[in-house]
């Protein structure tokens, strides 16, 4: 369900739905929630079922339950469009909650500052702790290790026997960690790995972290 | 004017005029029609079919308006045809016959080439004679006071029914007729359609099964003696040919030969992807044909297609290739000689485009098939054996499909609105909504208000109204402008437009071949080569290139698979390889029997062969029951599925039109697969539908399904997305619902598709019989055989897996390219 990685000699915890907890700080790391998507569909004659965006506000429940972190951060995207009423749905959720929260601000996320900060949610386009950097949009800046989200990383396993699969995952780089897209219904988008990148990808209720190959000419006659 | 005798001799003195002779069949068409008879005729292309309708539609006007030299406005008579190239001669056809009789009429074609100015001017004022397709149709119902325009309308001809038959465009028919029905009183109904198996079902979905349009109604069946000649292209050196690959480029000298001595050749092929490829290797090697020869199918913009069309009709092209964008034949039009490159897969459609050629009546057609690879000849003789025997497919009608429904529903709502009660009477007359209960009908009502089934929780979905006197209406217009867009997307993939950067439309092209692509690629579409520049709002910029392409436009759609009565054919065809007198193809295929029998047997009627061998890419067990791509996708994956109860396994499947293959890292025991009656008929659909291939599949017809009713918004051919933000792959919304709302009709139509079109649950019953009957006959080879090769080389696949997710991601990698930081 976790695994445990080390960065500059700080511990991060990955989780299977894809957040991360870093334990120095009791900080909790959520990236590309896309709230209020189902019911922006629905608004314009999209009929998704309307109990789809209980979902999404389950599983935050879970992974905060679980960490019983003292901040939660969300790295962007934390809600998908303008104002609806799942909204109102996250007011609830997040007056209930004993966690301060801090949202970087994404590419989606659109609503007005005071909204935000009716909720008691502190924003910020960036954020520095240490040799650390949070984004929400991947960013590879000197000195520094950073945390981030925007593209939701996929990986595009293969094997004999003519096997292939695609997982979110979570893509490391020299200095660079790619969290992958908490929210349900959102997508994500494959990537093409260097060779020294480490890919964690996410398996149903399990983190494996995933062995790699050089690339080779495919060739069926070889 | 009053009696028919009088009409008939001014009909066949205009008939003169031509310098034709009307055929018993039209004239027994124009009887019945005069009578007040609605009905189905029968006749192929190229018979004069045209004329045995437009002949009566005129003369039941003059017998009704003595007058008729004086013009009254107003539509008179709707023209469907399923294809947009036809309507150009259809139109000039009628014209003709207006002209000759002297009747002030306007002749006009609505269609998704019209523009929107002469869309807006028929607006105002409707031609007397419409031409048009079903979409277009769809689209006046969903325009304000429809009723008005159709209520003079006295016929409604939908030409090349079968075409339309099983498909879910046919059921768009079904609904609009339903509602002409009511609106325009004295409509006459007729389709044409060509020789198909369930005829006489045709004209019961046509009609409205127990309606009073089909108690009187008749089936007129043009007896045409039209000889049609087959030759199959073989090589003289067999060892040159291929045992695989589906182009058939080492036989473009033939080709060229062919299209040299004939005045207009069509080159048909079944993919648009093997359209492009023969245009250019044709120019390539051939430099002499610049200028002679054309490319048509589907994706080429329209003004290359109509200049097309007429350079072939007018003989200042040589030859076109092309894809089925021109399979359906127009009377009249002067073809000289076809070749088919690839199998058919089906008969009718073979006969169809054999009847493009010589394309007058009486006349003798000459078609040339050019099988692909070695196993393909196997076909050219069982379809010429078809072609003697007059063997025809049946087209299945389409049953429940709520997603047309939603759609149709929608419609009405845009235009005048609609009162529930009256529409579903109308809606359940139809052959397709037949068994439609009140509680299906009110979920696809609460879907369109509600957008759900809980009524209560208010929330901000918002499509239709209900009005205080109860009409269902839209009246937001953001929504009725997207759903108007959405309603030619019936038939199409995800597209994009392709683009020169410079400005200029190249044409469309699906969004999932773009997708491999990366700026700087460089590609050929539309006969052309393209250097992608980039990505932007669904339009894809291209600039010229002069580099070689490295990848060609393809399309997945195409992949036709055997008929029923085709396998069935194919079948006796092979196994007749072992015996006695051979037809041509099967002589030349000798040398492949060879090697064939050397590893493996060329199977007999009482076996069913397996073949099992290792290569580097794992253990391979190809099956061979020859029943078409449709029935082995799903028998494989049945069996991949019964196999994996056995023991932990992943398997890769793959499948062509002759067997399957089940690929997996590790061997499967054959010895336990034969003993525990692994192909038993019994427990099939449970097994089927525990497959997860079945999921798979139903999450792929999810996706049509889905648009169709509205629930994907994917912009409209030559329009760009605005709304780009509410776009989202079907794939998710597929989980969504899986997850969420597992009872969504929607979601349970997906699946219900997948079992009766696409794994044809029927047919995989039928031949899980045969096989029990039969021997198995199992060959431990040590390489790959020829009959094997077309399968194994296959690299469309489908997994099954019982090892867990954890287990198989253990044993799989992800590659990095070498040289990057």
Not at chain 1, 80 to 94: A, G, P, T
Not at chain 2, 104 to 111: K, N
Not at chain 2, 376 to 390: D, G
Not at chain 2, 721 to 736: G, P
Request: hydrophobic fraction near 40%.
């Amino acid at each position: 369900m976790t695994l445990e990685i080390k960065i500059h000699d700080n511990h991060f915890v990955l989780h299977a739905s894809g957040a991360v907890f870093w334990k120095e700080k009791n900080m909790l790391l959520i990236s590309d929630v896309h709230l209020g998507k189902i019911s922006h569909f629905r608004k314009h004659g999209i009929a998704l079922p309307k109990t789809a965006f209980t979902g999404n506000f389950e599983r935050l429940t879970s992974v905060a339950d679980y960490f019983e972190a003292e901040i939660i951060c969300f790295l962007g995207d934390l809600f998908h469009s303008k104002l609806n009423k799942e909204w109102d749905l996250f007011e609830d959720w997040i007056n209930n909650r004993p966690e301060n929260f801090l949202l970087i601000i994404g590419n989606h996320d659109i609503l007005k500052p005071e909204k935000y900060e009716a909720v008691g949610m502190a924003i910020a386009s960036e954020l520095k702790v240490g040799p650390f950097l949070f984004t929400h949009e991947p960013e590879e800046r000197d000195g520094y290790f950073t945390f981030c989200g925007h593209i939701h990383p996929g990986i595009n396993l293969r094997g004999s026997g003519r096997q292939s699969m695609d997982l979110p995952c979570f893509f490391q780089s020299k200095n660079q960690m790619i969290l992958p897209a908490f929210g349900e219904f959102t997508g994500k988008w494959i990537m093409e790995p260097a060779q020294n990148d480490r890919v964690y990808a996410i398996a149903g209720g399990d983190i494996v972290k995933i062995n790699m190959v050089e690339k080779s000419k495919k060739n069926f006659f070889r | 004017m009053a009696n028919r005798k009088q009409l008939f001799e001014k009909a066949e003195s205009w008939f003169e005029s031509q310098g034709w002779q009307p055929f018993a069949f039209q004239k027994e068409t124009w009887t019945a029609f005069l009578q007040g008879k609605h009905g189905l005729l029968n006749a192929p292309t190229g018979s004069g079919k045209t004329y045995a309708l437009w002949v009566p539609i005129m003369l039941d006007y003059l017998k009704r308006n003595p007058d008729f030299t004086k013009h009254k406005p107003g539509l008179k008579a709707i023209w469907i045809t399923p294809l947009r190239a036809l309507s150009v001669e259809i139109k000039q056809a009628a014209e003709r016959l207006v002209e000759g009789l002297g009747v002030p009429f306007e002749v006009a074609i609505r269609s998704g080439d019209t523009t929107s100015a002469e869309r807006a001017k028929q607006s105002k004022k409707m031609p007397d004679l419409l031409i048009t397709t079903p979409e277009s149709l769809q689209l006046l119902l969903a325009s304000k006071d429809y009723p008005n325009t159709f209520k003079n309308c006295s016929a409604i001809v939908v030409d090349e029914w079968h075409e339309l038959l099983g498909t879910k465009r046919g059921v768009q028919m079904e609904l609009a007729l339903s509602r002409l029905k009511t609106i325009a009183p004295n409509l006459r109904i007729w389709g044409i359609s060509a020789t198909i198996g369930n005829l006489e079902q045709a004209r019961q979905v046509l009609l409205g099964p127990d309606s009073e349009a089909y108690e009187n109604s008749v089936l007129v069946k043009a007896v045409l003696h039209k000889k049609t000649n087959v030759i199959s292209i073989i090589p003289t050196k067999m060892e040159s040919y291929p045992w695989r690959g589906h182009m058939g480029f080492h036989l473009i000298d033939d080709v060229a030969r062919i299209v040299k001595e004939s005045r207009t050749t069509l080159i048909f092929t079944n993919v648009r992807s093997a359209c492009e490829l023969w245009y250019q290797r044709l120019l390539d090697k051939y430099p002499e044909f610049a200028g002679e020869i054309a490319m048509h199918h589907g994706s080429i913009d329209r003004d290359v297609r109509i200049w097309v069309e007429n350079a072939i009709r007018d003989e200042k092209l040589k030859a076109v290739v092309c894809t089925s964008s021109l399979d359906l034949g127009v009377d009249f039009a002067p073809v000289e000689t076809i070749i088919q490159i690839g199998g058919p897969k089906g008969v009718a459609r073979f006969m169809q485009r054999a009847g493009r050629s010589n394309h007058k009546p009486g006349k003798e057609s000459l078609i040339y098939f050019l099988a692909t690879h070695a196993i393909e000849l196997v076909e050219a003789s069982a379809l010429k054996k078809a072609v003697e025997k007059n063997v025809v497919e049946d087209r299945i009608p389409y049953l429940n499909s709520w997603d047309v429904l939603i759609q149709y529903l929608n419609t009405l709502a845009v235009s005048d609105g609609f009162f529930p009660d009256g529409i579903f009477e109308e809606v359940k007359s139809t052959f397709c909504y037949q068994a439609m209960t009140r509680e299906d009908y009110q979920w696809c009502l609460n879907f369109i208000v509600h957008g759900s089934q809980s009524l209560h929780a208010y929330d901000e979905y918002k499509k239709v109204e209900i009005e205080a006197d109860g009409r269902y209406k839209i009246n937001k217009r953001s929504i009725a402008t997207q759903h108007r867009m959405s309603i030619g997307t019936i038939v199409s993939d995800a597209v994009m437009q392709v683009k020169f950067f410079s400005g200029g439309f190249i044409g469309s092209i699906e969004e999932w071949f773009i997708s491999k692509l990366k700026p700087g690629d460089v590609f050929q579409f539309a006969g052309r080569q393209l250097e992608l520049y980039r990505i932007k709002n669904m339009q894809v910029l291209v600039k010229s290139a002069t580099r070689k392409p490295t990848r060609f436009a393809s399309w997945m759609g195409g992949r036709l698979a055997l008929s029923a009565q085709m396998s069935e054919l194919l079948r006796q065809e092979l196994y007749s390889a072992n015996h006695g007198k051979k037809s041509p193809e099967l002589h030349a295929m000798e040398p492949i029997f060879k090697r064939q029998r050397k590893e493996s047997i060329v199977p007999e009627a009482d076996q069913f062969l397996i073949e099992t061998f290792k290569t580097r890419e794992g253990y391979h067990a190809i099956f061979y029951p020859f029943e078409g791509r449709f029935v082995h996708e799903a028998l494989a994956s049945l069996l991949a599925y019964r196999i994996s109860l056995l023991e932990p396994i992943t398997f890769s499947l793959a499948y062509n039109d002759y067997g399957f293959e089940l690929l997996s890292d590790k061997e499967i025991d054959m010895q336990s697969v034969i003993d525990n009656d692994l192909f038993t008929p019994r427990f099939v659909h449970q097994d089927l539908q525990k497959s997860l291939n079945a999921t798979e599949m139903a999450r792929r017809k999810f996706r049509d399904i889905s648009v169709i009713a509205g629930m994907v918004f994917s912009g409209y051919p030559g329009k760009t997305v605005k709304a780009k933000h509410l776009q989202s792959s079907t794939q998710l919304l597929f989980e969504v619902f899986r997850d969420y709302e597992p009872d969504n009709l929607l979601l349970q139509q997906a699946y219900r598709e997948t079992f009766e079109h696409q794994l044809e649950e029927g047919r995989l019953i039928q031949s899980l019989e045969r096989i029990a009957s039969q021997e198995i006959v199992w060959k431990q080879c040590k390489k790959p055989t020829p009959f094997s090769f077309p399968i194994i080389t296959d690299r469309l696949r489908e997994k099954l897996s019982s090892e867990t997710l954890a287990e198989r991601i253990a044993k799989m990698t992800a590659s990095y390219m070498k040289g990057t930081a």
